[in-house]
């Protein structure tokens, strides 16, 4: 079984900067990818970013074009944990954020919530 725990949401003002971490806990952590994904009341999850995870190649990334140029997904495989530096908020970033990790798989993953596991969530919440 794996753990995720999200941490570094909070209430922002557009404009403003946030970074999310995503600590892994549990199993031996070896995903395939992670991912981060957000959701608000009423709406199905999104798709934000993904990342590969592989210890033996560099990381390919997606993003959702909402957040391109100004969120940034990263991953640190020693500590596993996963980022998410998010610049220039914007109200419509409003959320709950969420992180997750996939165990099979080849290349980025699609940009679905098709993942095997994930966090409680962080809410992110912009103000204009």
């Known amino acids: 079984q794996v753990q995720l725990v999200e941490s570094g949401g909070g209430l922002v003002q557009a404009g403003d900067s946030l970074r999310l971490s995503c600590l892994a806990s549990?199993?031996?952590?070896?995903?395939?990818?992670m991912g981060w994904f957000r959701q608000t009341p009423g709406k199905e999850r999104e798709f934000v970013a993904a990342i590969t995870w592989s210890n033996w190649s560099g990381a390919s990334t997606d993003y959702a074009d909402s957040v391109k140029g100004r969120f940034t997904i990263s991953r640190d495989n020693a500590k596993n944990t996963m980022y998410l530096q998010m610049n220039n908020l914007k109200p419509e970033d409003t959320a709950v954020y969420y992180c997750a990790a996939k165990y099979s798989g080849r290349g980025v993953p699609p940009p679905v919530p098709s993942y095997d596991y994930w966090g409680q969530g962080t809410q992110v919440t912009v103000s204009s």
């Open positions: 549990g199993r031996t952590f070896r995903p395939y990818a």
